[in-house]
T-cell receptor
């Protein structure tokens, strides 16, 4: 079946450094991808999305890169701050049109 | 604030008891979803609705029922709770399709423990 997976369950970075969170998906027909941030005790919150006709999309301090050849996407956070500490999920569109979610990577920011 | 509201936030049930989780959204979204989130697993879709009066099964529907009598509300029912249903439940909504312009808007979750 379709799956979405994150490469590392936990990522620890120093405050001020850049963070890169990776995600792989299995369905080559997926054409829409989203990154969510989930803080403790809260629901997932939309960060940034990208469609398959793009390789890169930038937001405020975040960049999503999509490599369709190897079915991989990444989330880059520039100048990571303590407030960025959270669980990050990627999600990919499925054949039925709904989103398939990955397990999540916990980002820990060290002061 | 506009968004998705879930009630209750916490609940402890005994095995065999029933309960209903309520989700309300004030964004006039057509599509609504119920997910469960378990440690080490991604969000898994239980049931969803593409409009008032409609419901459909998701990935893990067994043991749950849903109703969408009003556009703004989506109810998730557990008829006879089991310990395997201990989880955090999230409701989400989206505007006009499965893949809205900004994905789904999620509620803050309901933490359910079945003992």
């Amino acid at each position: 079946g379709e799956s979405v997976g994150l490469h590392l369950p936990t990522l620890s970075v120093q405050e001020g450094d850049n963070s890169i969170i990776n995600c792989a998906y299995s369905n080559s027909a997926s054409d829409y991808f989203i990154w969510y941030k989930q803080e403790s005790g809260k629901g997932p919150q939309f960060i940034i999305d990208i469609r398959s006709n793009m390789d890169k999309r930038q937001g405020q301090r975040v960049t999503v890169l999509l490599n369709k050849t190897v079915k991989h996407l990444s989330l880059q956070i520039a100048a990571t701050q303590p407030g960025d500490s959270a669980v990050y999920f990627c999600a990919a569109s499925s054949n039925t049109g709904k989103l398939i979610f990955g397990q999540g990577t916990t980002l820990q920011v060290k002061p | 604030n506009a968004g998705v509201t879930q009630t209750p936030k916490f609940r402890v049930l005994k095995t065999g008891q029933s309960m209903t989780l309520l989700c309300a959204q004030d964004m006039n979204h057509e599509y609504m979803y119920w997910y469960r989130q378990d440690p080490g697993m991604g969000l898994r879709l239980i049931h969803y609705s593409v409009g008032e009066g409609t419901t459909a099964k998701g990935e893990v529907p067994d043991g749950y029922n849903v109703s969408r009598l009003k556009k703004q509300n989506f109810l998730l029912g557990l008829e006879s709770a089991a310990p395997s249903q201990t989880s955090v439940y999230f409701c989400a909504s989206s505007f006009s399709s499965f893949l809205g312009a900004d994905g789904y808007t999620f509620g803050s979750g309901t933490r359910l423990t079945v003992v």
